[in-house]
């Protein structure tokens, strides 16, 4: 089992920036990647960014540039860095960790960009 805690979600303005956390615990030895997704009201849920244990990040093309996702091995804890942030980025964000033979979701903290 992985229990994760999120933080960081807010209320921002267009082009501001935010930072989210995600803390994971439990049985960690056994997480191969760690990410963020995003569902948007009425849409579904889509990757934000992923990074694995070896530190290869992907990223969705409209967060390119924008985004920046990163991993303290320490803590056990994935960060999404995001700037420059637009309306369209409004969204439920979602840690997401990746053991074999399944993946765990954190509860989901609420970004909210005003234009």
């Known amino acids: 089992q992985v229990q994760l805690v999120e933080s960081g979600g807010g209320l921002v303005q267009a082009g501001g920036s935010l930072r989210l956390s995600c803390a994971a615990s439990g049985s960690i030895s056994s997480i191969y990647a760690m990410g963020w997704y995003r569902q948007a009201l009425g849409k579904q849920r889509e990757l934000v960014a992923i990074i694995t244990t070896g530190g290869t990040t992907n990223y969705a093309d409209s967060v390119k540039g924008r985004f920046t996702i990163s991993r303290d091995s320490a803590k056990n804890t994935v960060y999404l860095q995001m700037n420059s942030l637009k309306p369209e980025d409004t969204a439920v964000y979602y840690c997401?960790?990746?053991?074999?033979?399944?993946?765990?979701w954190g509860q989901g903290t609420q970004v909210t960009v005003s234009s």
């Open positions: 997401n960790v990746r053991t074999v033979p399944i993946a765990y």
